[in-house]
């Protein structure tokens, strides 16, 4: 008998230190197998779209600068970067056998000048011996035969013609002196612009020959201290908001690896319908046109470039992780639930694909968000409305969300077995 109250004894402790300790293990199971939430305050601040690239730093035009002429070069007056100005002398090339020219046509001119001048003698003798003639024929008509005036007539006639072709032959001579003349004027190269020389191919003693194809001599940048152009290759996905970019004025900013520390500023000049695709990416050139008052821009320089698409300063901001967490139904109360019973993005129902329709609908709703919240154990959605979206934030347009409130980010895992 005192066996029994012994064992009944004892199981009596155990009961009571059983319950004892599961009570207390209950309470901690549960509150730590509870998910635990991320979160983050909506706040007030500067929101800015921009869509980034890259390109390369061009002058605004490039004029090639050649050789009409042929021959070795004599002297060269310019080097790289050297200012010119328009009408400059940059090279000259060997004049010698131009200048000979030019003695050579001279002549020819004189000569044909001198022929004229003979000719117009002897126009003047035949013009004499034919009115001589007709005064001895007044006098007696037997003292000239009609042979004799015929051929003091044609003779007059004869010179006559020949004065026309001297004076054609000295048109023709002054014709070649010009043309000898600005051959011997193309040996001096001159710059066709105000700029830099940006490249020079030429050295004295070099010979041109601009026989078959005209040589490139010089490349000269106008206008490199006012400004320069950059040239991005911008995807196809962010062709439409360059485009509003470039209508509402907006600014684009962009930095070089030569001044890590400098941001330069420009504006869209021009979007260019010419595309390239290269492993099936369509992109479009865009011309950044930048001012460049200390010359540190130079071409060939790589830019990383930020197109300011829109900005606003101080306004509602959600944190956009906020916008990309959507939760298990069974962590949302059950009258939100519809908010994430939803198919996956992109098919509907039975898995068809949407349609474009759809698709251009989706995008036109997507300022129209939900944002989580806790309420005791469970999410609450708050439908909010969106302006700007960004990476980080977006404008908080309308809703039931205020300065300062948390919005669920993401949750936290608390349990994890070792």
Known sequence: MGWMLKRLLIVGVLGGVSVAIAVPVRSWWHQHSQTKYLSAAVSRGRLEIVVNSTGTVKPVRSVSVGAFTSGPIAEVYVDFNSAVEKGGLLARIDPKLLAAAVARDRA???????????????????????????????????????????????????FEAQVKLAEASIKQAEANLKNSEVNLGYTEIRSPEAGIVIERKVDPG??????????????????????????????????????????????????????????????VHQIRKNSTTTQNVVTYPVVIEAANPDLKLMPGMTANISF???????????????????????????????????????????????????????VRKRHHRVVWVQDGELLRAIPVILGLIETQFAEFLTGELGEGQAVVTGTESVYAPR
């Open 308 to 362: 300011q698409i829109d900005a606003k300063e101080d306004v509602l901001r959600v944190p956009a992780a906020a916008l990309r967490f959507i939760p298990l139904p069974a962590q949302v109360r059950p009258e939100d639930r519809h908010h994430v019973e939803v198919l996956p993005n992109g098919t509907a129902e039975g898995g068809v694909k949407r349609s474009a329709g759809d698709k251009a609908e989706k």
């Open 108 to 158: 020819a001119l004189e000569t044909q000048k001198a022929e004229l001048l003979r000719i117009n003698a002897l126009l003047q003798q035949a013009k004499n011996n034919e009115d001589r003639g007709r005064k001895l024929l007044a006098i007696n008509k037997d003292y000239l035969s009609d042979t004799d005036m015929d051929q003091y007539h044609y003779t007059r006639l004869s």
């Open 206 to 267: 070099q010979t041109v020959a601009a026989s078959f194809q005209t040589p490139e001599l010089f490349t000269i940048a106008p206008d490199m201290d006012k400004h320069m152009y950059v040239y991005a290759s911008v995807d196809e996905a962010d062709i439409g908001l360059i485009r509003t970019a470039q209508e509402h004025g907006r600014a684009v900013k962009f930095t070089v690896d030569a001044y890590p520390g400098d941001l330069f500023g420009g504006r």
